[in-house]
């Protein structure tokens, strides 16, 4: 079930969210006995802490939410979303002076608190509904919610049931929810229609490489979001060893993000044309698979060198992205979880997105903020451009030397994206290596709540 407030009509219990600085002007509002309960059990109102509070019965009457101090809650987010998990079964209402953006991420946050990734093993799930808060979108957060778990559900499902097919169909299920049309083209029917570097990747797979095209809206500016759908790894030819693969399944964190910022977009029914165009393929070793030394000639008829067939996530991008740039597009989106040397500059909890577009930049940015899904813009370093030209072919998909390895796959895909003014392209993780509140470990979404924050100002609408 996606996850939704509780209704209106419900009875609801209080939670109190109260800041360390507060604890005591605030304590000495509330009847004698309970004030005393909560100095006896030496409640500080910490971030993360809670305390309950019952009736003259017995009952549950309230819960004491500790909100810290600005320094502390500066360390994370989703704050409340702990607390939401530990609660008793019952439905409650926040009792706070938050607002605006931070009241929306905390009701987010206590949303997605209750995720559980249940498919092959039946997990807990938490009991403690919040009824909406005042003053927030429910609607919106909601949506927001569902797409998230969407992503997070594609991307913990393992390989051999979210392969090309499955992911066809997750694609295909959320068209027919939303009424959008689809298109796809697979198996040999991809060089018929010039999309080579994807049908080279996915050429050694027991399932068909493929192309999917979704379609909705009919008025409004466009956008066109790419998402890599690499279902599985293995690293071709170039295997990866065993401790590189184990999280493989993985390798479509792109699609499933851009499927969970779609699910968003429809839900929502903003003003704009959307097109989501994912490569699913599965980068297998057999017989028939690509080759280091291989040239393949892409979709815009550049050529690529491919020094290692490892570095696969490109190349079934590139056709994708050339395809979007032959329709006019306002903004082109790329997603994908493309290069380790992205997670040694910022580690596994930011995105980093690159972008020549300094007013996306901004709304991105700003969109970040507010929405709390932290991003970090990188350079386009045009002097890199030289790293990516082995010579003997226009381009080079894994250059030798270690050095800027995210900067220079995001050069690469911008060879592709030649008549739209604005593209973005983002690197992302799509994995919570430990838990933290309403982010259990496993898949997630990264930069899609930033962009949809963003599309307004972006796409002026």
């Not at 939704?4 to 507060?22: C, G, L, M, N």
């Not at 017995?58 to 530990?86: C, K, P, Q």
């Not at 953006?101 to 093993?121: C, I, K, T, V």
């Not at 959307?274 to 297998?284: H, Q, Y």
């Amino acid at each position: 079930m996606p996850p939704s407030f509780a209704p209106d009509t419900a009875t609801t219990i209080p939670v109190h969210v109260v800041q360390e600085p507060d604890l005591a002007s605030w304590v000495q509002t509330l009847p004698p006995a309970q004030a005393q309960w909560l100095r006896a059990t030496g409640f500080k109102a910490a971030l993360g802490e809670h305390q309950l509070i019952a009736d003259a019965q017995g009952n549950l009457a309230a819960v004491v939410a500790g909100y810290g101090t600005a320094r502390a809650r500066a360390r994370g987010r989703f704050h409340l979303a702990g607390i939401a998990a530990r609660l008793p079964d019952g439905t409650y209402h926040l009792e706070t002076t938050l607002g605006g953006d931070d009241l929306a991420q905390e009701a987010l946050g206590w949303l997605l608190s209750g995720y559980r990734f249940d498919r092959y093993r039946a997990q807990p799930r938490t009991q403690a509904m919040l009824k909406a808060p005042g003053g927030v979108d429910a609607a919106r957060v909601q949506a927001i919610a569902a797409g998230e778990a969407l992503s997070r559900d594609l991307i913990n499902t393992p390989a051999a049931d979210m392969g090309p097919e499955a992911l066809e169909q997750a694609l295909r299920d959320l068209a027919g929810q939303h009424g959008a049309g689809v298109q796809v083209v697979q198996g040999e029917g991809l060089l018929d229609q010039n999309l080579p570097m994807i049908h080279a990747v996915g050429r050694a797979a027991a399932q068909a490489p493929r192309l999917l095209d979704m379609r909705w809206g009919e008025a409004g500016p466009r956008l066109t979001l790419v998402g890599k759908g690499v279902c599985f790894d293995t690293g071709g030819l170039n295997l990866k060893p065993g401790s590189s693969m184990g999280l493989m399944k993985k390798d479509m964190g792109g699609a499933a993000t851009v499927l969970g910022l779609a699910h968003m977009i429809m839900a929502l029914k903003l003003p704009l044309r959307l097109r989501v165009l994912i490569p699913a393929v599965e980068n297998s070793v057999a017989g028939n698979a690509f080759r280091p030394q291989d040239i393949l000639t892409a979709r815009n008829g550049l050529t690529v060198e491919i020094n290692n067939t490892d570095a696969e996530g490109r190349l079934v991008l590139a056709d994708a992205l050339a395809l979007a740039d032959e329709e006019p597009a306002d903004c082109i989106v790329s997603m994908a979880t493309l290069t380790g040397a992205a997670r040694v500059a910022v580690g596994p909890d930011i995105a980093p997105f690159y972008t020549g577009d300094d007013g996306a930049a901004g709304a991105i940015a700003a969109g970040a903020v507010r929405s709390g899904d932290p991003v970090w813009r990188m350079p386009f370093h045009d002097p890199y451009e030289a790293m990516i030209e082995p010579g003997i072919a226009d381009l080079d998909n894994a250059p030798k030397g270690g050095f800027a390895g995210s900067i220079t796959a995001a050069l690469f895909l911008r060879r592709f994206v030649a008549n739209t003014d604005s593209y973005v392209h983002f690197d992302i993780y799509g994995w919570q290596p430990t838990a933290a509140p309403a982010r259990p470990k496993g898949g997630v979404a990264q930069g899609a709540r930033a962009l949809l924050e963003a599309l307004p100002k972006m796409l002026e609408l």
